[in-house]
C-alpha cells in the first residue's frame, strides 16, 4: 500500500487546512487510514482514523469538534479537515494505513505497517 499526504502549510490560529491521503487502490477488505502528527521533541501522536468499508471514524479528543476524517473511495484518497487550527496543532503530520485492526488498536502507531510521507502543519498564533 503506498500513501501520499498532502495539503499542509503555513496557516493562522483560527484558520483551516485540509489534507489528503492519497492510497493505492484498496487491497484490503478492511483497511483502516489514520492520521498520526508529531510535534519537535514529541511522540508521534494519534489524531483521526477511518475505516474504509464502513466510513467509521475515531477522532483524538484533542482535536474532537474541530477536525474531520473522511474518504472518498472513488478517488481513493482520505481527507483530515482542520478548522479552528491552534498554535499547538502545529506538527508534521503522517497518514497510516492497515487492515484487520481491531477498534482499541487504531490509535496505535505501532498497529500501522504502511505510511505515507509527513507534510508539515505551521500554525502561527
Known amino acids: 500500500v503506498q500513501l501520499q499526504a498532502s495539503g499542509g502549510g503555513p496557516v493562522q490560529a483560527g484558520g483551516s487546512l485540509r489534507l489528503s491521503c492519497a492510497h493505492s487502490k484498496r487491497t484490503f477488505t478492511r483497511m483502516v487510514v489514520a492520521w498520526f502528527r508529531q510535534a519537535p521533541g514529541k511522540e508521534r501522536e494519534f489524531v483521526a482514523a477511518i475505516n474504509l468499508s464502513g466510513g467509521i471514524t475515531a477522532v483524538a479528543d484533542s482535536v474532537k469538534g474541530r477536525f474531520t476524517i473522511s474518504r472518498d473511495i472513488a478517488k481513493n484518497t482520505v481527507y483530515l479537515q482542520m478548522n479552528s487550527l491552534e498554535h499547538e496543532d502545529t506538527a508534521v503530520y503522517y497518514c497510516?494505513?492497515?487492515?484487520?485492526?481491531?477498534?482499541?488498536?487504531?490509535?496505535?502507531?505501532?498497529?500501522?505497517?504502511?505510511w505515507g510521507q509527513g507534510t508539515q502543519v505551521t500554525v502561527s498564533s
Open positions: 497510516a494505513a492497515d487492515s484487520t485492526l481491531i477498534r482499541s488498536s487504531w490509535s496505535m502507531p505501532s498497529a500501522y505497517h504502511y
